[in-house]
Structures are given as structure tokens and as C-alpha cells.
């Protein structure tokens, strides 16, 4: 179920923007002659007055198939003046811009959700949160289990920071016998006393070492993250926030995606920020995690998605939608059109962005699921 939430969650995405487009179109007169989820060949379709609405085969994206896109494309005498170049420069910026600022906006809007919604995360409490799967907590610590005592230490009345560093500090008390290797068990097990639906239970975890992967070098001494682990996260206290509260968290995050997102894109051929990027697999892959955790998480990484979307999509570059707009933007400044030529000659070079990116993104893709998953847990 969750698979098919996320593979929906993202294909919302894209119809929204491609959505963004077609409405715009529309609204200034022009003309549409298609409007696609995903590329072709064509799965399926059907046509309602002049548009033809269908589905493709290849789940990378969408298309609005907008009469005139092309300057030298061959267009019926009675639909020439609805053609995309035969608009001002406005209304062509307008139907471009449309898109990236449907994702944009749809994730200011979730953002504002999850805080005034849901809420924000408080102060950390000794109630356990998420459990990973794959670590020693998974069928011993329950989701919601009241934190009391580590090995007899009271940790009953501790919050945040020095909660998490209480407990990771006696559980760093256990260790593997000989050199610690990733993955190796300790020799003894750290005594877990919680409370459970109000009853007080013991348990027993043998935690591992690990290595965290974002840890450069195989040398797990260095590296002050490697460490005994159990493998479970804390419940933090939500906060309702005010409407003024909320905006300021979504445009704070969103200011926070944004630049990340530059920033990783000008250090592309640093190896660090190309391990960051992700493909079509990996954000459905994360998307589908993030449903099996919660519904907050999910709508947090779907509004993450989205917005990198439109930011991306504003990137100068044909066949970008920014590509469009500098080019209009161009003709603008310059008084008439700009040859077709010159356009696909700079449209190289946006092909190539967009495929270095594709590549690179599949590339982590498989690496990430070929070392066991994508870690969002």
C-alpha cells in the first residue's frame, strides 16, 4: 500500500505542474493540444475538445503539448493566433512560470500545514519514537514505550540533549570484543527498563557497532559517529504553532531547501554533494519510507520533493521551464526573436545538465539500494 501512496504522491506532483501549465495556457487563449502524465510511447489517452489527455510509458516526468512551442513548426491558418509564439512575452513567461510556481507554492502550503496542523517537534521525550527495522531494538522496543532506566541509571526525568546523550553514552559502555568492526555485537547486552500500556517491562539489547555511511574512509576509530547503537529514535512533544508562526516556518524551510539545493548544484563535480542528489527510484523510494513512518513525515517529504521540482525547473537551461523564460526574457531585452538555431545550439547544454543529473541520480539510486536501502529511518 505504502509503495503505491508514494508512486501517487510523486505522479500528484508532476500532474500538478503540468497542471500549472495547461491552466495558464488556457487562461491567456492559447492553444493545448496535449496534456501528459509521464512520456511517451502513449499508454493510454482521450480527447475532450482540442486537448487529448493520456498517460505514457516512461514515469519520468510529464508534458503540456502547447501549439507553437516550436518558431518554425507548420501551424492551421485558423489556430495561428492562438500559437505559444505568437504571444507577447508576458503571457508566455506567465504559462511557463506557471508550473515550477504550482510545486513552489504547494509546498509553502504543506509546510504551513505540518506546522499549524500537526505541529511542531518540542522538546524531546524519553517516549520511544521510530524503530529501526534492521537494529537491535526492532521486536524488543515498541513504539510509544515509556524510557525509565539504561543498566539501572535513571533517565525517567530527562529530556533532549541531555536525554540522548545519557543514553548513548551507557550504551557506549557495552563493546564488541577485540577491534570493533561494523556490525559487530557487543559481548553484553544493555538492561532497558520501560513502561508499557502503564506496566513496567525489562528488556535485554545486544547493541552493534556502526558506521554511519555518510562516514568518509573504512577506518570506524576516526570518526567520532561510529558507535554502539540499538537502534531507536525518541518521541518529541508537538507544539501547535500560530498562522503568523506557520508561515515563518515554511518560508524558512523552504529558503533552507532552496539554498541547499544551489548549493549541492554548483558543487556538482564534488564527489560529497553528488552523493546527495537523487533520482526518479530514490525519491520514490524515500516517499514510500516516509508513508510506512507516518503521515507527517510522508507530506514533510513530499513537500521537499516538490519544491525541489520547481527550483530545479527554474534553472536557465532548455529544455528547462527556466530555459524557456531566459530565452523570452531575452527577446524581450533584445527588441525581436532569437534565431531557433541559438536556441537548440544552448538547449545542448541544458540536455546535458539534465541528463548529468539524471545519470547521477540513478547512480545513488542503485548504490543506495544495492547497500540495503536509503536510510530515512
Known sequence: MSWLLAIGGFAALVVLHEAGHFTAAKMVGMRVEKFFLFFPPRVASVKRGETEYG????????????????????????????????????????????????????????????????GLDGDVT???????????????????????????????????????NTVRRQVNTHSCAGEPTDGCKATT????????????????????YEVPEDIPGTDADESQDARMVIGFGYEAERE?????????????????????????????????????????????????QSFDTDTRQAFLVLAVISLSLGVINLLPFLPLD???????????????????VVMERSGLIGFALVMVLFLIGLQNDIDRLGDGGFGTR
Request: aromatic share 8%.
Open 322 to 340: 527556466g530555459g524557456h523564460i531566459f530565452w523570452a526574457i531575452v527577446e524581450k531585452v533584445r527588441g525581436r526573436p532569437v534565431s531557433l
Open 240 to 288: 501547535r504553532t500560530s498562522l503568523g508562526e506557520g508561515i515563518d516556518f515554511s518560508l524558512d524551510r523552504a529558503w533552507f531547501i532552496t539554498s541547499t539545493t544551489a548549493d549541492v548544484l554548483a558543487h556538482i563535480f564534488e564527489k560529497d554533494q553528488r552523493e546527495q542528489i537523487s533520482g526518479v527510484v530514490g525519491n520514490t523510494e524515500i516517499t514510500k
Open 55 to 118: 498517460i505514457g510509458a516512461i514515469p519520468l516526468g510529464g508534458y503540456v503539448k502547447i501549439t507553437g512551442m516550436n518558431p518554425e513548426e507548420e501551424i492551421p491558418p485558423e489556430v495561428v493566433e492562438r500559437a505559444y509564439y505568437r504571444q507577447p512575452v508576458w503571457k508566455r513567461i506567465f504559462v511557463i512560470a506557471a508550473g515550477p510556481a504550482v510545486n513552489i507554492v504547494l509546498a509553502l502550503v504543506m509546510f504551513f500545514f505540518l506546522a499549524v496542523g500537526f
Open 126 to 164: 524519553n517516549r520511544v519514537g521510530t524503530v529501526s527495522s534492521d537494529l537491535p531494538a526492532a521486536g524488543q522496543l515498541q513504539e510509544g514505550d515509556q524510557l525509565i532506566s539504561v543498566d539501572g541509571r535513571d533517565v525517567s526525568d530527562l529530556t533532549n540533549v541531555q536525554l540522548a
Open 189 to 208: 547486552p544493555v538492561t532497558l527498563r520501560v513502561l508499557r500500556d502503564g506496566e513496567p517491562v525489562t528488556l535485554k539489547v545486544t547493541p552493534v
